[in-house]
């Protein structure tokens, strides 16, 4: 394999159509490696994660015969709390799921040239890896540390969060019957109880011009949950949203959800569809409407359209709020690998 090293945007955005050939190819195929995410998140670095004085693109490709093979999707990067290092383009807040993208019968071959190429370039002053949120269940997990054994890297993982997901069944009767029974009563009345006290309705976002001012709502609904509100002080952090809903959209992956309860907002779902599950990326509901419980509402209606997609698994993606367990969330677990030469150290 020929690796090879970008570090300018202009090289990066010459390569979509290839990155993306190669992540419909890939054994990592999570929505937040496509090429449009990954280059919208840039544009803010995370909506303000990192600060652009102390990041430096560097991808770094792997080709045979001239065909791409592998990509380490990495970025040069440092603040307080982590020290200098090659991480994972997305790293860490907002992006759930990321990985190496490779195609599946090359990886280990792809991450044994990886190592090495990143040892004898001269061009990277830092050589450690500090990979997060990289699935549990991802090849990586086996072929990093073999690959660091015949590099002579020291390796370590650890669980870093759960990332719970729900499985579906044939139809959303079915569904309910795999939950506990009072849980499964307890859906059935809040879903009841809405359609009671209100006039309830449901929509997703279809129109590419009502898009923008769509996602301000959501973002105005997400304030009302403090454990969001203040993180989206930050301006980067309301471009970050918009640019992800705006890439999801053109890529047609994006289902922005809302509930309404007597023609007012009363709850919101942000999500991609793709690979025949629906994940859930964030969520907002209005208080004013909270003896209804929109949120849970919402929950199950988003299940029943799934189930009706023919798809069979939610992703409720990173976090172990309650609420996900009683709709009958399993939990999975997400890694922070680190891994760095031992020669010299």
């Not at 993982?157 to 849980?183: G, N, V």
């Not at 997400?222 to 890529?251: I, V």
Request: charged share 25%.
């Amino acid at each position: 394999m020929e690796f090879s090293l970008i570090q300018d945007t202009a090289s990066w955005d010459a390569l979509a159509s290839e990155w993306n050939e190669l992540y419909n190819e890939s054994y990592a195929r999570v929505p937040f490696l496509r090429w449009s995410y990954l280059r919208s998140w840039w544009q803010t670095l995370g909506g303000g994660e990192w600060e652009p004085s102390q990041t430096q693109l560097a991808i770094i490709t792997a080709r045979e015969q001239g065909q791409l093979v592998g990509l380490a999707p990495f970025f040069l990067s440092t603040k307080e709390g982590f020290d200098p290092a090659l991480r994972f383009l997305g790293s860490v807040e907002v992006s759930d799921y990321l990985d190496f993208l490779s195609l599946p019968e090359r990886l280990n071959e792809f991450l044994v040239g990886l190592l090495a190429f990143i040892a004898d370039c001269k061009t990277l002053p830092v050589k450690s890896l500090d990979l997060y949120n990289v699935m549990e269940s991802s090849p990586t997990q086996s072929a990093l540390p073999a690959a660091c054994t015949q590099a002579d890297w020291a390796f370590g993982t650890e669980r870093l969060m759960p990332a719970p997901y729900i499985p579906l069944a044939e139809s959303f009767e079915a569904y309910l019957a795999t939950l506990d029974k009072k849980q499964r009563h307890e859906i059935r009345r809040k879903l009841r109880n809405a359609k009671a006290r209100h006039q309830t309705n449901w929509y997703t976002v279809q129109d590419e011009d009502s898009l923008s001012a769509e996602v301000d709502a959501f973002i105005a609904m997400m304030h009302n949950d403090n454990r969001k509100a203040e993180f989206l002080q930050n301006p980067a952090m309301l471009q970050y949203l918009h640019d992800f809903a705006k890439a999801a959209f053109e890529d047609e992956l994006l289902r922005l959800s809302f509930l309404t309860f007597d023609d007012h907002k009363a709850a919101a779902f942000l999500s991609l569809v793709t690979q025949q599950k629906l994940w859930i990326y964030n969520s907002a509901w209005e208080p004013t409407f909270a003896s209804s419980s929109p949120g849970w509402v919402l929950l199950a209606m988003e299940i029943e359209w799934a189930i009706s997609q023919g798809i069979r698994e939610v992703d409720m993606m990173r976090g172990d709020e309650d609420y996900k367990y009683k709709f009958g969330a399993k939990d999975r677990f997400i890694m922070h690998t680190r891994c760095y030469p031992q020669a010299g150290i």
